[in-house]
């Protein structure tokens, strides 16, 4: 008897075996890194300031010549408007860049660095530095190089959490015109 059982159940466990579907694997993309979201970064900065009253003003530089102004918060938006199309963290923009993340005891944050892996691709770097305690955003710098029919457009952009930002920009002609552009907004910083 104790045979017969032992060859029922063994039996049902072949034919249970043999009846079963092979499992498919699901496809999941290669790539399920999160890249830093500029763009809600720069979004909540423009919503703190939207929210308080701080004085803003703008220092604009064109070759040279300087001028100082103070701003309303729409100019204020328009301005910062400029980091949210420096945006990479959408996955279909991730095989265009790699990323490092680093630790530089000297400015005490862990710095995120993504990097263009063409060189026609417009952002070319973009660095984010975070406080090695709290994580917060400390700094954000985005270089790009783009063409406009003949000029050559190099620009700079920092962001200096919850205070200031710059925009700094050389165009360039083939037949030699430079224009240098420099703009710094403020709203909280009282230490340049």
């Not at 909540?44 to 100082?68: F, H, P, T, W």
């Not at 959408?90 to 265009?96: D, F, G, T």
């Amino acid at each position: 008897m104790k045979n017969c059982v032992l060859f029922f159940l063994l039996g049902f466990m072949l034919l249970s075996c043999q009846n079963k579907k092979p499992i498919k694997a699901e496809k999941t993309s290669s790539d399920s890194t999160k890249y830093f979201s500029l763009s809600g970064f720069i979004q909540q900065q423009i919503v703190d300031v939207d929210l308080r009253a701080y004085n803003i003003y703008m220092i604009k530089e064109l070759n040279g010549k300087k001028d100082s102004m103070s701003i309303d918060k729409e100019v204020f938006k328009s301005n910062a408007a400029l980091f949210l199309q420096k945006d990479i963290s959408a996955p279909e923009m991730h095989n265009r860049f790699s990323e490092t993340v680093f630790h530089d005891l000297s400015t005490k944050s862990y710095t995120l660095n993504y990097r263009a892996k063409f060189v026609d691709e417009p952002i070319q770097n973009i660095d984010i530095l975070l406080d090695e305690n709290t994580s917060a955003v400390k700094r954000i710098f985005v270089r790009t190089e783009t063409i406009h029919k003949d000029t050559s457009i190099i620009e700079q952009c920092n962001w200096k959490a919850d205070k200031s930002f710059q925009i700094n920009r050389v165009s360039k002609t083939p037949a030699g015109y430079v224009l240098n552009e420099f703009n710094y907004i403020n709203w909280n910083d009282h230490k340049k």
